[in-house]
């Protein structure tokens, strides 16, 4: 239970839905366990997982330093590698220091104690050990503090409570008291406008020097007047108001006279940068909708483009252009004076816009208190005041220039403006900010690295920095403080929505921050701001658990113009305050935790921890790794999509000196922090980073790669064990072909699959090799042959490579040339002999049954019916998965698609983690439980199988052969065990059985393996095979041999995985269909379930036999042509034609397009489908006779193919029929399910 309450805290603190823990056994090995929990999971269940996880563990006692050398094997002896374990909870009793030694390198250590002289389990006690270093005491306090909680809970807890239900923030724990406090009243204190502000200063002292620009000074009087005047025109020109006036601005003394006179006319300032796309800038017009235009003079002759939209679709009273500093003529005939406007301080002072998901820019609604009810706290907090000289740095067209222009004003500063030469230049910016004597500066994190990016000039004058718009690194602050002695530092957290920063962290220049994490904290909230951590339940989160952070404050925008729902969305009400509408917290989509002092850590956005291949990645942890790696100055790492959509990690780095850099060093590192699904793909070093012009990293221009980068990377890690190949003119034109098809240079040596290929890709190059060699190379060509090199090989028929079995170069397939028929042998061992017979009753007597495949499509039902037709028996069900708990899982949610599950299965069924594919005579199932079902089990169902139409032998063998010949040796342990095997039509490939005139017998010995085309059917021919030998040596068997297996025939639950199935989609979406005559033998999954059940049950005498084959044909007969009728018969638009315009349609779309169900079985239908559609007449005698008295029928396919398609456009596999309207048109029939219906794939996934 202690495990359990630790798992549960742990996921808390990450999210993490698995959590490798390390534990005791009691003699002394540790253990490692791979635990899963998710928040809708029941408590009892996680206690459940924990359990069976640690028998599994103990069972198979796999020494801990054995494991832990068999994973340094995977990795470069030379590089540094992650430890096994961070965490661990052990059992004191179970512990001796060979314990601690093995896994000395864990981060936490959780040790459960009890008084040694009590003969009570109870009282315990719980020690925490951890590493000092990396935490501190105040935070471990609580961590035991959140294991007592959840034990409490536990123990409390009834079936129902999940581990979304348990919370961690309980009121007596000292973090409580550094937690905001959501019922808290915050203060609203209107201290004025910041114009107001402005004008009193120059009231009280006109000469006060407000802008410095180069060698000019323009004092607070000046620029008063001047932006006077600007608010008397807007007013006389019909500006009103709540009116938007866009400013097309220039970093210059003429945007502070601008911002001012716009809002002393009532009106809403909004600032387009010039640099911006003319698209863009067209945009922020047609959102905005504004009243007015003002030009800087700076700003350059407008783009005549956008001087057309502003003429022809816009409604603006008056547009001004050439505002200067330097020419109050322009605006000499309006008065100097105020204009006497009030604003109150929730009315719209700015309009600044922020991303949209659709690609449109959201204008935030800034209001007046928020331009300045947070000054007179920050100049007491951080010493701020009149004589201070402060920059103006931020992006003219970004909401942080309100900070650089309100700031200083507001206290009577001055504000300093740099040239565009000054920001540029590497190191320039530091000697202006000396030379100005700068004493305050509002930065990003990215302009910050411009500052200190060969920076020599020291800064002693700079007291303050403001960091905001982006993760703020330990060694970015550790630059500017080696820079500027007296500086302090103040990282903070905002958004455009919140209008502000509105959160500090406090960074004095020390050494303190020495102490504190790479990535520097958001901080606490500001005066009147509550950061407030919620988790997914809606509760505040405790000290270390992980939740979204929304900011709670009366001071922030009022949401987003024009879009009332999207601001409803992300402005949400205090749900801990329902009943005051105002009081309202803006959704901000990251991620955040309390630390022990209240301090708010990031850790990235929702967003960004994005999932590849199932794996979550944390983009933040990798850079923060990689950050600080010796040769990196400053980085960041992006998913992007590559030419295939494939998802792709990317790290963009600046070197810190030019040219030199080890990016196999850097992937080294990597790899000692992070998991190996973490570590970025590709490297790519910049001269800098682009920023945007409100200087932040600008990640639109951080492109994919170029392929040659990735081709020269791919070749510097590659390990030369295949010496050097010459490469020949085939080698040249098969590279172009796929450089073309996958997007990339690859190399001779790339395997396609590895290097972005999938089966779509390959049937494209395959088409083009075909088209530009002038050779017919068979589809599933790069299945077999996976890099350039062995293609060449293949078809020079020079040297055919051992690992891919080919033996001689006569121009066959290796397929063709494997001995399939050498490949049945069965150990002499696999005997019945000295094993007593069956007794008569023994099928009435079945306690135990073992299958494979059920969570599968016809594995589910055969599982619902072994339950049906076994009453007493529990079934025992191998399932891929990464323990027994999620094994169960699987298999009940593979029931429940299937509309199958009924509430008394639960206990009856016995789930257990294992691997038809695992090599080890026991099909992946642990030892003991092997040895257990040896005695215990009364017959097996051997479903499960790995089908690939494409794979050959070799990939299919272990999967579909050796497990066989392990269950065959289960089966022969300790008692004859009757074994039933599913098999399929396709041992019937070989051109022998084509051309035969007599329908096979059921009891026909198989014959004809070598001349099987598919390495499945090779699998299939060999499975049968080796079993007829068990036959021989006394062991019961039945085999079913089965073709199409179609849908349920009474609730239409169907297998979209099906070739059939993908034929139907596929040619709809084609709008055509092969016209082919060929007999299309079609049985209902739950036909061939009942059949197979029904005949675990009969006698041998009802049977006709012990060791019978049975042939699942469909009475009544049914061709291709007819199936495709029926489709259209129910108003689905796809039309006849001739096999070969057919698969030529199919091809020129595979050509041009990604989207076609039939993709994944390209290599099949294009291949002579109708000659592979082919097969022989089955006699059917023995599979009659057993089902005689059993009320088992096989329907007709055209009587079922209504429910069928019904239950695929249900489900959403099938759009609705487009001519189901039309006169003669059949209407789908209704089903008969309760319940969602859901797409069903092979898998059971």
């Not at 807890?157 to 973090?175: K, M, N, Y």
């Not at 099928?843 to 495949?853: A, R």
């Not at 390209?1162 to 009320?1191: C, I, Y």
């Amino acid at each position: 239970m202690v495990l359990a309450a630790f798992l549960i805290v742990l996921h808390k603190y990450t999210l993490e839905e698995e959590v490798l823990i390390g534990t005791s056994t009691e003699n002394f090995n540790p253990l490692v366990l791979r635990l899963p929990v998710q928040d809708d999971q029941t408590i009892t269940s996680v206690i459940a997982a924990v359990v069976a996880a640690e028998e599994l563990s103990v069972a198979k006692d796999v020494p801990f330093d054995a494991l832990n050398a068999e994973l340094a094997k995977e990795h470069d002896a030379n590089a540094p590698r992650a430890p096994l374990l961070t965490v661990r909870c052990f059992n004191a009793v179970d512990v001796d220091a060979s314990t601690l030694d093995a896994t000395a390198m864990c981060e936490w250590t959780l040790l459960v104690e009890q008084d040694r002289d009590s003969k009570r389990l109870l009282p315990l006690s719980l020690r925490l050990i951890y590493n000092s270093v990396l935490f501190r005491s105040e935070r471990m306090s609580e961590v035991l503090h959140h294991i007592e909680i959840i034990l409490s809970q536990i123990a409390k807890a009834d079936d129902t409570l999940t581990v979304r239900d348990c919370e961690i923030a309980a009121s007596h724990t000292p973090g409580a008291r550094v937690i905001p406090d959501p019922l808290e009243e915050l203060d609203s204190t209107w201290v004025g406008a910041a114009f107001d502000h402005f004008s009193d200063w120059a009231k009280k002292d006109p000469e006060r020097p407000a802008v410095v620009h180069g060698e000019k000074t323009f004092s607070y009087k000046y620029l008063d007047d001047f932006s006077n005047r600007v608010a008397h025109y807007l007013i006389k020109q019909g500006v009103v108001p709540g009116d938007v006036v866009t400013m097309y601005a220039h970093r210059s003394t003429a945007i502070v006279i601008g911002i001012m006179g716009i809002l002393k006319a009532g009106a809403t300032f909004s600032v387009i940068d010039p640099a911006y796309p003319v698209e863009r800038q067209q945009v922020y017009l047609f959102v905005a909708q504004p009243k007015a235009i003002l030009s800087l003079k700076l700003a350059g002759v407008m783009n005549p483009e956008v001087q057309k939209y502003i003429d022809t679709e816009l409604n603006i009273c008056c547009q001004l252009n050439g505002l200067h500093e330097d020419e109050p003529e322009l605006l000499a005939e309006y008065e100097s004076t105020s204009c006497g406007v009030v604003v109150q301080p929730y009315d719209v002072a700015t309009l600044s816009f922020t991303s949209g998901s659709t690609g449109i820019p959201k204008g935030v609604r800034g209001q007046h208190i928020s331009l300045t009810h947070f000054f007179p706290w920050m100049m007491t907090k951080f010493g701020l005041g009149e004589k201070d000289r402060f920059t103006m740095l931020s992006g003219i067209a970004h909401d942080p220039i309100q900070r650089d222009v309100f700031t200083p004003l507001f206290m009577g500063a001055t504000i300093y403006i740099p040239d565009q030469e000054d920001i540029v230049s590497p190191g320039q910016l530091a000697q202006w900010m000396a030379t100005n004597q700068v004493t305050v500066a509002h930065l990003t994190p990215a302009m910050n690295q411009l500052v200190t990016a060969n920076a020599e000039a020291p800064m002693p004058h700079l007291r303050r920095v403001f960091l905001v718009g982006d993760i703020l690194t330990k060694r970015d602050v550790m630059r500017l403080q080696a820079l500027a002695d007296n500086v302090e530092v103040i990282n903070m957290y905002g958004t455009t929505e919140t209008q502000r920063a509105v959160s500090y962290f406090h960074i004095k220049n020390d050494g303190s921050i020495g102490d504190l994490k790479e990535i520097l904290p958001a901080g606490w909230g500001m005066k009147d701001v509550q950061l407030l951590i919620l988790t997914d339940s809606g509760k505040v989160a405790g000290i270390g658990e992980l939740g979204e952070i929304y900011v709670r404050s009366p001071c922030m925008s009022r949401g987003y113009l024009g879009l009332d729902k999207v601001t409803a969305e992300k402005f949400v009400n205090n749900p801990f305050r329902p009943d005051d509408s105002k009081d309202k917290m803006y959704r901000t989509g990251d991620l955040g935790r309390y630390m022990p002092d209240g301090v708010v850590e990031c850790v990235g956005r929702a967003d960004d921890q994005v999932k590849i291949r199932g794996f979550r990645i944390e983009l933040g942890e990798i850079d923060t790794h990689l950050g600080q790696h010796p040769d990196v100055r400053e980085n960041i790492t992006l998913v992007k999509r590559d030419a295939n959509e494939e998802k792709t990690i990317i790290s963009y780095f600046v070197p810190k000196i030019a040219n030199q850099f080890d990016i196999n060093s850097m992937r080294d590192a990597l790899k000692a922090k992070l998991p190996v699904y973490s570590i970025p793909s590709v490297f790519v070093p910049l001269v800098r980073m682009p920023l945007t012009p409100n200087a932040k990293i600008d990640r639109a221009k951080l492109p994919y790669p170029d392929a040659a980068v990735i081709a020269l990377q791919n070749a510097s890690r590659k390990q030369s064990s295949s010496g050097v190949t010459h490469e020949t003119n085939m080698h040249v034109e098969i590279k172009d072909i796929w450089r073309n098809v996958l997007g990339r240079a690859v190399g001779v040596h790339d395997n396609f699959f590895d290097v972005g290929g999938h089966s779509i890709f390959a049937t494209r190059v395959t088409f083009e090799m075909r088209k530009r060699l002038k050779l017919e190379l068979p589809l599933d060509l790069l299945y077999r042959c996976g890099t350039i090199d062995q293609v060449v090989k293949q078809i020079s028929k020079d040297e055919l490579t051992d690992a891919l079995g080919f033996e001689e170069a006569d121009g066959t397939s290796d397929i063709a040339q494997l001995d399939v028929e050498g490949q049945v042998v069965l150990d002499a061992s696999i005997t019945c002999k000295g094993l007593p017979e069956l007794a008569a009753d023994s099928v009435q007597t079945v306690t135990d049954v073992l299958l494979t495949g059920g969570t599968g499509f016809l594995g589910a039902f055969l599982l619902s019916r072994l339950l049906v037709t076994h009453p007493n028996a529990m079934v025992h069900c191998i399932v891929r998965a990464k323990d027994n708990a999620a094994a169960y899982a699987r298999v009940e949610k593979a029931l429940k698609q299937h509309f199958l599950w009924r509430d008394d299965y639960g206990h009856r069924i016995n789930a257990v983690c294992g691997d038809l594919s695992a090599e080890d005579n026991t099909c992946g199932v642990d030892a003991a439980v092997w040895d257990e079902w040896a005695t215990k089990v009364d017959l097996i169902v051997h479903n499960g199988a790995l089908v690939h139409w494409v794979y050959p032998y070799a990939k299919l063998k272990a999967a579909n052969v050796t497990s066989v010949v392990s269950l065959l040796a289960l089966a022969c342990t300790h008692k004859r065990k009757p074994f039933h095997f599913v098999s399929s039509t396709a041992v019937f490939e070989a051109s022998h059985y084509l051309g035969l005139t007599q329908p096979v017998k059921e009891r026909d010995p198989l014959v004809a393996g070598n001349g099987i085309g598919s390495g499945y059917g090779q699998t299939k021919w060999v499975a049968e095979n080796i079993i007829a030998l068990a036959a021989e040596r006394g062991l019961p068997t039945y085999v079913y041999r089965s073709s199409y297996i179609t849908g349920d025939s009474r609730t239409g639950v169907t297998n979209v995985d099906d070739y059939l199935v993908r034929l139907v989609k596929g040619c709809i979406e084609l709008g055509v269909a092969p016209e082919m005559v060929n007999k299309l033998n079609c049985c209902p999954v739950d036909f061939v379930a009942d059949t197979i059940a029904h005949v675990t049950t009969a006698t041998p005498e009802v049977r006709d036999g012990i060791n019978n084959t049975y042939h699942f044909l469909n009475p009544t007969s049914y061709r291709f042509v007819d199936f495709f009728e029926d489709v259209a018969r129910y108003g689905f638009d796809v039309k006849p034609d001739n096999y070969m315009e057919w698969k030529g349609a199919l091809e020129e779309l595979t050509m041009t397009s990604k989207e076609n169900a039939l993709y994944p079985l390209l290599h099949f239908v294009m291949d002579d489908l109708p000659q592979k559609s082919r097969g022989p007449s089955l006699d059917t005698t023995m599979l009659w006779k057993a089902l005689e008295g059993s009320n088992i029928e096989c329907p007709s396919v055209t009587s079922l193919m209504g429910i069928y398609l019904s239950y695929l456009v249900h489900s959403g596999y099938l759009e609705p029929p487009t001519l189901a309207n039309l006169e003669g048109i059949e209407a789908l029939p209704a089903l008969d399910i309760t319940g969602e219906i859901g797409i069903v794939r092979r898998s059971g996934n």
